[in-house]
């Protein structure tokens, strides 16, 4: 099949030519459409429920809605864990499936058993929710907002819910927008066993004042001779005086009103967490990005979004776009990834210049680096992957490996052509490419799947490690795999139409080889004369290499010189909130003065219906 296959590539050279140059414009419009991300997939099928319990203490939570929810979801299929987490006022059922599990199907699955669990509920439980589908690695953007006083931390915090976080949420491939920080406003009716003597009215009077206050209904129609005309009912609350005025009772055909048996106020109510920036109170939104979008693009609508929204704030509102930017570390791998191949094939071009002495043999030989990463690329994103940073990392570890094939391919046919100038009976361009092709066939064959092989264990790892490393594998494999393929047939189609000509260019050898060849023969010389010697020798660093192994330290990840720093601050169980803005407040301003520190957001307890 080899030989078949070189042969086609040396009868017909520009139908090769053309489906390289197809391949690498394919892999460059492939790539800007490409979905790319920090991770691939590691986490397996999970959904998670939500139930709010205001008031309750965490055993209340646990006793009374973690334990009803659990009971519920227990016999769904394919469920491989099932566990909880309960807090003040909150608690979190994580139901983990089985690896292929499709994570639509058991939604719905797990959506028919909370209808029948909100019955054994109690009444101060809210219904249990869904949270919305997320990846991994989900958390896509902070951004805070900071006011300079004018504005207070109420309607702060009403901007962001009510304006800034349904915009966000808008924005497609944006799942979940959590908000920490700032004061919810609410309206407080302060209720007095006194004043409901004096009146008697009853406490259930009042709740049921206050729930139709704000309620609709349908009012009917006026009919006229020519027109109907609809009736509408305006219930709207606007400030704690139209609640105050809504009526509770009547006593002698007058209406009582509701602030005449309670106190009416517009207050803040409970918080479960705060925001700091850089030192100031604030607000602080959590954007997370669905599963199997572009990370690149969804950060760019949701800048896109901001901007349009900064223009909009009150002048004393600052805006914080980059707390936290997933997008800044595709970015840099990017930029890295390309000073490496840059660099790589900046050091590949200086060495075949100096050993091969021929631009024609030194673009044959580069040629097969953008078409192994371009073929690569159609490859991955053809089966369904991915461009993050274990797929960028396989590429790179790659890259060093790719021109080798080619290479040894084309050294061969130029040993070759040199012979043949100088034989007697010159034989046909064509046969002597291809015997020089066929020649070093097995040994081009034999290196790429050794070099292949030593990625093999990587895919007999499971769990985390398998599902993180395993796509680096894969890319590695499959580059190195394209690069054969093109030794087989780009090189030798290249060789056939750029080389002919150049029999003569090619009669001497480089000076530099010719030096190396002459270092290499005496030192070879030497080693055949003291073999034992040099077998110690390679025994003694082989045993210096494995006792140096216990001493090596050891990282599930290396470091990916992130530009965000997480400092986590463990306080005791019963700390406030305030003692817990405090400390972050004097952190923030001892890291806001090291060099290079940009910005520093605190994020303290938790959003409403956040994960714990």
């Not at 109170?281 to 959590?286: A, H, Y």
């Not at 461009?387 to 084309?410: C, P, S, Y």
Request: net charge neutral.
């Amino acid at each position: 099949m080899i030989r078949s296959l070189i042969e086609f590539s040396l009868r017909f050279p520009l139908v090769i030519i053309g489906c390289a140059l197809a391949v690498l414009v394919g892999g460059v419009v492939r790539l800007q459409t490409a979905k790319w991300d920090v991770f691939p997939e590691f986490a397996p099928p999970q959904i998670t429920v939500q139930t709010e319990a205001p008031g309750l203490a965490a055993e209340e939570v646990e006793q009374l809605s973690a334990l009803p929810v659990e009971a519920a979801l227990g016999g769904v299929s394919r469920i491989k864990t099932l566990r909880s987490s309960s807090v003040f006022g909150l608690c979190v059922v994580t139901a983990i499936f089985e690896d292929g599990t499709n994570v639509l199907t058991a939604r719905q699955l797990v959506s028919e058993r909370l209808t029948e669990v909100r019955s054994r509920l109690p009444d101060i439980a809210g219904q249990p929710r869904l949270m919305p589908l997320t990846s991994s690695t989900s958390r896509l953007m902070m951004v805070g907002l900071t006011s300079d006083g004018k504005t207070s931390s109420q309607a702060l915090r009403t901007l962001a819910d009510w304006t800034i976080r349904r915009r966000l949420q808008a924005v497609p491939g944006v799942a979940h927008v959590e908000l920490f920080g700032g004061e919810v406003k609410q309206y407080e009716i302060q209720v007095t066993p006194e004043r409901l003597q004096r009146y008697a009215v009853t406490l259930n009077e009042v709740m049921t004042a206050a729930r139709s206050a704000t309620g609709f209904g349908g009012a009917g129609f006026l009919e006229t001779e020519n027109q109907r005309l609809p009736i509408r009912q305006r219930t709207r609350i606007e400030c704690s005086e139209d609640l105050a005025a809504v009526p509770v009772a009547f006593r002698d055909g007058i209406s009582l009103p509701l602030g005449d048996v309670a106190d009416v106020r517009i207050a803040n109510s409970d918080a479960y967490g705060g925001a700091t920036i850089n030192g100031l109170p604030g607000v602080m939104l959590v954007i997370h990005k669905q599963p199997d979008f572009n990370t690149l693009d969804v950060s760019v609508s949701v800048q896109t979004a901001l901007d349009e929204l900064a223009g909009t704030l009150p002048d004393d509102v600052t805006l914080h776009p980059l707390l936290f930017r997933q997008a800044a570390f595709i970015e840099r791998a990017i930029a890295n990834l390309s000073h490496s191949l840059l660099l790589g094939c900046g050091f590949v071009t200086v060495v075949l210049v100096l050993f091969l002495m021929n631009v024609r043999v030194l673009i044959i030989s580069l040629t097969a680096i953008p078409l192994s990463l371009t073929g690569a690329i159609l490859v991955l994103l053809g089966c369904g992957a991915s461009l993050n940073a274990m797929t960028l990392g396989g590429r790179a570890i790659a890259l060093e490996e790719l021109v080798d094939d080619a290479i040894v391919d084309v050294e061969n046919v130029i040993r070759r052509l040199r012979e043949n100038r100088q034989s007697l009976n010159p034989r046909p361009l064509i046969d002597v490419v291809r015997d020089a092709s066929l020649e070093v066939r097995s040994a081009i064959l034999y290196a790429s799947f050794i070099v292949m092989l030593v990625f093999l264990p990587v895919f007999f790892l499971d769990g985390l490690a398998g599902k993180l490393f395993g796509p680096l594998g894969i890319a590695y494999i499959v580059t190195i795999a394209v690069s054969l393929l093109i030794a087989l047939t780009v090189t030798p189609a290249m060789c056939m139409l750029m080389l002919g000509g150049q029999s003569r260019s090619l009669d001497a050898e480089p000076w530099l080889v010719r030096i190396c060849n002459a270092i290499y023969r005496r030192l070879l010389r030497s080693c055949l004369r003291h073999p034992r010697w040099v077998i110690a020798g390679a025994v003694a660093m082989m045993a210096t290499a494995a006792s140096a192994v216990p001493f090596l330290g050891g990282e599930f990840l290396p470091d990916f010189r992130e530009s965000n720093f997480v400092v986590f601050m463990a306080g005791k169980s019963d700390s406030s909130l305030a003692e817990s803005e405090r400390s972050g407040t004097v952190l923030a301003k001892e890291l806001m003065q090291i060099p290079g520190v940009k910005s520093v957001a605190q994020q303290i307890g938790r959003a409403t219906m956040s994960r714990v």
